[in-house]
């Protein structure tokens, strides 16, 4: 009872609630109703969901586990080159960042994809086929926010720009990641992997503010490590 007064004030503080009359014709929904209705859920069995959004979590001894296998066997069979690169994106965003360059790149000729195209979509999927259980574990575990940055400096005339991408871990496992086309245009690799540390800088931050906020850094107990592969930086 404690915990959910608590819980009521902070709602209440934070203004989350906006009181208004109540419609005409409708009864107010008790909270002990609803707790009652949790209550039969679990234990009928039904207990909490597994797969939300197309992420399977699960519950190990030694820390919680996200995953997409079930959703990535459902995209092996479409044919639609821009709807398997949605849902590829989906993939790459929620639990596969190893598949980011790939699809950074792929993602630029949805509109009128080529041969060539489609053959390396079917490489990305025959990957994602043979990597079906590789899963994000977090086990709770240094509690140490650390970063690493790479950037690919143009390769062709066609491009008008590097690109660059970051992963940050935390916990034990990867809680952030990109790759993306840099926004400037930069004379060498040395420039490219500048700009990618800077705005990899950008996202500790942030990142960095969020753990505050939800209490998981009670306070700040090592620096914020981002390393770079180039020997020029």
């Not at 990867?174 to 993306?180: E, I, L, P, V």
């Amino acid at each position: 009872k404690e915990a959910i007064n608590d819980e009521m004030d902070s709602i209440m503080s934070n203004n989350t609630w906006v009181l208004t009359d109540l419609p005409p014709g409708c009864k107010p929904l008790g909270c002990k109703w609803i707790f009652k209705r949790k209550l039969k859920v679990l234990y009928e069995g039904h207990g909490e969901a597994d797969i939300i959004l197309g992420i399977r979590i699960q519950h190990e001894s030694n820390g919680i586990t996200i995953s997409q296998s079930h959703y990535i066997e459902k995209v092996v069979s479409q044919l639609k080159y821009s709807r398997v690169i949605g849902c590829l994106m989906y993939v790459m965003t929620c639990t596969r960042p190893d598949i980011a360059f790939s699809m950074v790149k792929l993602s630029k000729y949805t509109s009128n994809p080529g041969a060539q195209h489609w053959q390396a979509i079917q490489r990305v999927l025959k990957y994602l086929k043979k990597t079906i259980d590789y899963r994000l574990t977090y086990i709770g575990y240094p509690l140490v926010l650390e970063g690493n940055t790479d950037a690919r400096w143009i390769k062709n005339t066609k491009d008008n720009s590097s690109t660059g991408g970051w992963v940050f871990l935390f916990g034990g496992g990867t809680n952030s990641w990109a790759s993306k086309k840099q926004t400037c245009i930069t004379g060498s690799i040395m420039e490219s992997e500048f700009v990618a540390l800077a705005v990899a800088g950008k996202e500790a931050e942030w990142l960095k503010n969020l753990l505050l906020e939800i209490s998981l850094w009670i306070k700040l107990i090592a620096p914020i490590f981002i390393r770079c592969d180039s020997a020029a930086t």
